[in-house]
């Protein structure tokens, strides 16, 4: 079958995922490729934010320890003073600080008690912003792990014609969507599912609980045992259409769902009627209510069911308030006008047991021999009913009743909704049509219904036509997983409404019964329910970030950036401003281009240099050659000529001598 709905792609652009509101939800999706672009860019910028950081904290510890006019310090205060005024950032000052204590160590007091404190703050400013810089784009990443999809052809899809008696598409379909689901269950619908292909919906599986001792949803004394023996199956305090079906809206845009399946083993005494027909031999009628065009609801031929045949299963529905003449009528004492019903009958045939089988809808207690090593079923047939409701909440209107529908079938829970009873917008009107449009399908009918004994758990475990050990419970362990793939078939049709169809043959000219796409939504709330699917993003080609963390990390890398660049100017001003200029003129003569400047002066280079305390000074004149640094330390050139340059050569030799010692 052809699959149009592997077209689908995720949207990429922001959007705001409503699941964390709308300034953390705000989300960034990416392609894999800009993704990575801006994942680099967000590296860089908190690097270069550390580097800005640490200019900032080394003016502040420079200035807090500049020298006040008229007293000295010893060497390494003003080495440490340049290292803090030059270094290339923390981790240059860092490396450079961390010498200056063994270099000194014996020629002046407490080297390591004074040095290496501004050594550990440069090296916590290297380890922040490095840690800063590789997690930025987990700061930045966008809460859950959830994308938006889109498909070529929003909308669901519309039968053409009700007459199945064809067959075609649409019933191919939901078989085709049953199988699908029920291999989703199997898989997805356990506390300890780990196959890979779970994290597609929104919620992996849709919660429920089960209450084995309901009362029997049918007339009094028709289940088997007694009146509070039936298993009901209740999504509970129903399902939200944002957080469990992935709907992604606003509080405002949200409804509430819930689904219960109440379902027992019958008597069928009451409508079983045995007729020895010819050409068939013995044949079982079961007469719960006509299903045109037949006038009884199962038949069992006896002779066909011991010719090595094992479980077989059938199986048919009414909806509350439908009463066609096409359709099965359920008898007085199974019919409800609040609920929809499924009657199903499960027909042993030759299945044998290795041990008896105390289940009510699949006993077997007779030995085949003496040695009772295998038994048989104690009867041709057993019946299960149930009762399936449904119902909408409005989560904005008042609490209690007023906020809900009735507990009742599809369709007059449709007539209810019609007359808006409980105060939907038109977002939300459209979103109950997205639920309300698929109930028809995910019933208990369509779980069994083209599958027959396949449906079956017990059929599982079974080998040539011998069952395995059966608990007591069998026939619960039969309608959880059915009412599981219900919910399933849910969530995989809030998916493909929003992209596209699934499981959908090509048309044939010659079928009528045939389905269609439905065409474009215009009205905003329609196409808004396009670009609002929520899925778990399953692949690596897109990324999202929250657009909060990326504001954070750009709003107060840059405050720092910005406070980096111009700290020493203001603080200049702020300095003189104050009366304290010789901190900001310590500063600037300690510059790396000043100290050489100064370096030139005294070796005598000749030249005057004009700027004075600009950032770059520079020598007045054009052409002005120098020599390399190594010769500035014990050159011969002459201050002021002849005598006193040898002199300064002399001083300068006896001083490296003495530095020596």
């Not at 501004?118 to 840690?131: H, K, Q, T, Y």
């Not at 639920?435 to 208990?444: A, C, D, G, K, L």
């Not at 969530?491 to 269609?516: G, Y």
């Not at 300690?590 to 070796?603: G, N, P």
């Given at each position: ?317 009414a909806f509350a308030g439908y009463t ?273 400047r100064a370096a030139c002066e005294s ?59």
């Amino acid at each position: 079958m052809s699959t149009p709905a592997a077209a689908t792609w995720t949207y990429t652009g922001v959007w705001i995922n409503w699941s964390y509101g709308t300034i953390r939800g705000a989300t960034l999706t990416l392609s894999k490729r800009y993704g990575g672009f801006l994942t680099a860019f967000l590296a860089i910028y908190v690097g270069f934010t550390g580097r800005m950081f640490w200019k900032t904290l080394s003016y502040a510890l420079h200035q807090h320890n500049t020298t006040r006019p008229g007293t000295t310090r010893d060497g390494i205060h003003y080495q440490r003073q340049i290292i803090l005024r030059n270094s290339n950032g923390a981790l240059s000052a860092c490396l450079s600080l961390a010498w200056l204590p063994l270099s000194w160590r014996g020629r002046t007091n407490r080297p390591f008690i004074r040095i290496l404190p501004f050594a550990f703050l440069a090296a916590l400013n290297v380890g922040f912003f490095g840690i800063a810089s590789i997690f930025s784009s987990v700061a930045s990443s966008a809460p859950g792990n959830s994308t938006l999809i889109l498909g070529p052809r929003c909308g669901g899809y519309n039968n053409t014609s009700f007459s199945f008696s064809l067959g075609g598409n649409y019933l191919s379909k939901i078989l085709a969507d049953t199988y699908n689901a029920a291999t989703y269950v199997r898989q997805c619908y356990s506390a300890n599912a780990t196959d890979l292909g779970c994290g597609v919906y929104h919620r992996q599986s849709l919660p429920f609980t089960v209450n084995p001792n309901a009362t029997c949803p049918f007339a009094s004394g028709l289940c088997l045992f007694n009146d509070n023996s039936a298993f009901a199956i209740d999504t509970g305090c129903l399902l939200d259409s944002h957080a469990d079906l992935g709907i992604n809206a606003p509080p405002q845009h949200r409804v509430l769902f819930r689904r219960v399946t109440t379902c027992a083993p019958i008597h069928a005494a009451q409508w079983a009627t045995q007729v020895n027909e010819s050409g068939f031999g013995p044949v079982w009628y079961i007469n719960a209510g006509p299903n045109p065009p037949s006038n009884y609801t199962f038949s069992y031929v006896i002779s066909a069911g011991s010719t090595g045949f094992g479980y077989a299963l059938s199986a048919v529905n009414a909806f509350a308030g439908y009463t066609p003449n096409t359709s099965w009528v359920p008898d007085a004492l199974i019919n409800r006008t609040d609920a929809d019903i499924t009657l199903m009958m499960l027909n042993q045939n030759t299945m044998g047991y290795t041990v008896v089988s105390d289940d009510p809808w699949m006993p077997a207690h007779e030995p085949v021999d003496d040695q009772n090593s295998s038994y048989i079923g104690d009867s041709y047939l057993g019946l299960l009913a149930c009762a399936e409701q449904y119902q909408i909440c409005n989560p904005n209107a008042v609490t209690g009743p007023a906020g809900c529908t009735l507990l009742t079938g599809e369709l007059p829970l449709l007539w209810e909704l019609s007359s808006n009873t409980v105060g939907l917008n038109f977002y939300q009107e459209y979103t109950v049509i997205r639920i309300q449009e698929h109930v028809s399908w995910m019933n208990i009918f369509q779980a069994v219904s083209g599958r027959g004994a396949a449906a079956l758990n017990a059929n599982e475990h079974t080998y040539h036509l011998i069952q395995s050990a059966t608990p007591s419970t069998q026939w619960h362990i039969e309608v959880s997983p059915w009412f599981s793939l219900c919910l399933a078939k849910l969530q995989a049709h809030m998916i493909e409404w929003a992209t596209a169809p699934t499981n959908i043959e090509p048309t044939s000219q010659s079928n009528t019964n045939t389905t269609t796409i439905s065409p474009a939504l215009v009205a905003p709330y329609q196409t808004i329910m396009c670009r609002n699917q929520l899925i778990h993003s399953t692949t690596s080609s897109y990324q999202s970030f929250s657009i909060l963390g990326l504001s954070l990390i750009i709003a107060v890398g840059g405050v720092i950036i910005i406070v980096g660049l111009f700290v020493d100017v203001v603080g200049g001003w702020v300095q003189r401003a104050i009366g304290r200029e010789w901190r900001d003129t310590q500063w600037r003569l300690e510059e790396t281009l000043q100290l050489h400047r100064a370096a030139c002066e005294s070796a005598g280079i000749k030249g005057v240099w004009e700027l004075g305390l600009h950032a770059v000074p520079r020598t007045v004149g054009r052409d002005m050659n120098m020599p390399p640094s190594s010769e500035l330390w014990g050159c011969e050139l002459r201050r002021n000529g002849g005598e006193r340059g040898e002199v300064v050569r002399q001083e300068t030799v006896l001083l490296r001598n003495q530095i020596d010692e």
